[in-house]
């Protein structure tokens, strides 16, 4: 150990080794990664995804048969008044996630495609 690593309790690390740390720091990107908006954009995603009952009714809209489903056969699926179903129903399609129609007294839901495709995108390995 040298007089100054000594001193500042750092341990000397010899060049050549610096130099392995050095390059495998650099190694280039293998693809690009995103803006900063659609940073901002997959963050609200994925906070609106960050709670569980959310996230189960993603799954049991996507579950549905003919991706689309009434509020009515959600509400049922849960323990929660139906103001609380609507609530997260509303976090989802404010984040972009899913979307929504009137039908009479009905509103029925259904994934948005190409937000799954963006957070798909983001998760993949690039390569693969």
């Known amino acids: 150990m040298s007089i100054q690593a000594e001193r500042s309790g750092a341990e000397f690390i010899p060049a050549a080794e610096l130099r392995v740390v050095v390059e495998a720091c650099s190694t280039p990107?293998?693809?690009?990664?995103?803006?900063?908006?659609?940073?901002?954009?997959?963050?609200?995603?994925?906070?609106?995804l960050g709670d569980p009952v959310r996230l189960r009714l993603v799954s049991l809209i996507g579950a549905h048969q003919g991706g689309q489903v009434c509020v009515c056969d959600l509400t049922t699926a849960f323990d929660l008044t139906q103001p609380t179903i609507s609530h997260h129903l509303k976090v989802l399609r404010e984040a972009g996630i899913i979307d929504s129609e009137r039908r009479g007294t009905w509103v029925y839901y259904w994934l948005v495609p190409a937000a799954l495709e963006r957070m798909s995108a983001l998760l993949s390995a690039p390569g693969r």
Not at 29 to 48: D, H, M, Y
């Open 29 to 48: 990107l293998a693809g690009e990664p995103i803006s900063e908006i659609a940073a901002a954009g997959l963050a609200q995603v994925f906070k609106a």
